[in-house]
């Protein structure tokens, strides 16, 4: 009997279904599975759909599989785990999330700071590209623009700087070892424009500090300051007025 490790997720791009299929065995242990399986989350995001099926049949063919279960039937089997990855990451958009955690792997940021440079990150793709990064709202705060989601997930950190995330943190695609969180841009829908926008970004900005920063989108007729109301709470900086007014902002 042959035992058959069949991981399947969606292409809703291409609209079917697309699987990895092991068979286990001396050159495909459970271990080697469990690392794929652990890539493929990392790199797609802890939420993506991945079916798991263990199925036994008396040989080693991926016929054998749709004899023993018609499910499998219409399956698109993908031959490599990049591959794999490369479709499943088409569907994928980025968060605020997930650009922050990046440039902190690069250089610490209190949350003010981290706020800052995502927002220009933002800013500068939205008017090279006329496309969002991330769909996270960004709001005018007394302090400048913030995107509340990112706000609550450093929230406790206070003025302290976010130094929790692990900087030496890679994976290996290809046989190259990368930074972790930049295979996640990579791996999103657009990822090497986005990469290759956020590095020219970082690039400009990383040397200011936090304070520098806010003097910068406190600029007047900013975005910031063309959106801000102290009399109002939650006026979003929308994207009409970022690529009307961003170029304020540069260095």
């Known amino acids: 009997m042959f035992t058959h490790i069949i991981l399947i997720s969606s292409s809703y791009m291409q609209g079917k279904r697309i699987a990895l299929h092991y068979v286990q065995d001396k050159n495909t242990s459970l271990e080697n599975i469990k690392n794929d399986i652990f890539k493929i989350r990392h790199l797609c995001g802890e939420d993506i759909q991945l079916a798991i099926h263990k199925i036994p049949t008396e040989n080693e063919s991926w016929e054998s599989v749709i004899k023993k279960d018609t499910f499998f039937s219409d399956i698109h089997l993908i031959s490599t785990l990049n591959e794999f990855i490369t479709e499943v990451s088409k569907d994928r958009k980025l968060k ?45 705060y007394p302090y400048g623009p913030v995107i509340s989601s990112l706000y609550k997930s450093f929230k406790s950190y206070e003025k302290n700087k976010i130094q929790t995330l692990d900087n030496d943190e890679t994976i290996i695609i290809d046989n190259t070892e990368i930074n972790a969180y930049l295979a996640r841009v990579i791996f999103s829908k657009d990822g090497i ?59």
Not at 101 to 106: G, P, T
């Open 193 to 251: 424009e986005v990469a290759t926008s956020l590095i020219e970004t970082l690039k400009k900005y990383l040397n200011y500090s936090a304070s520098q920063l806010v003097s910068i989108t406190h600029r007047k007729n900013s975005p910031w300051d063309v959106i801000y109301d102290e009399k109002k709470f939650n006026q979003v900086i929308s994207d009409k007025t970022i690529e009307d007014y961003h170029y304020i902002e540069s260095v």
């Open 96 to 140: 605020a999330i997930d650009v922050a955690k990046f440039i902190l792997s690069i250089k610490p940021y209190t949350n003010l700071g981290i706020q800052k440079m995502v927002y220009l990150c933002y800013a500068d793709y939205l008017c090279n590209y006329s496309k969002k990064m991330f769909d996270d709202k960004i709001y005018a």
